[in-house]
């Protein structure tokens, strides 16, 4: 049975992701220190992203793992919240995708 304090850790740790995540947005970008500005581009944010989902992916890999060797520090429960997190990461990504290839599809059949 999950506890009360699990309950509340877990929420903590999403409201910290997402003040990360508002945080990361509203940041300003500092310029490389060749002195040219720099310019946020699409690709890096996206790489970013693709990065946490990967890194979400291998700490949900890991805690199974641990898991299945019998680790006393980790719980079913922490595993089963790992592997939600990194599928609702994955399918989110996969949902940005479709919409990416849609745009692109409907920019390329516009006519000129």
Known sequence: ??????????LAQIRAAQAHAAGAASAPVAPPASGAPAKPGFADALKASLDQVNNTEQAAGRAQERFAL???????????????????AFQATIQVRNRLVSAYQDIMNMPM
């Open 1 to 10: 049975m999950i506890d009360g304090s699990r309950i509340e850790s877990m």
């Open 70 to 88: 019998g680790d006393d520090k980790v719980s079913l429960s922490d595993v089963m919240i790992s592997m939600q997190k990194s599928n609702i």
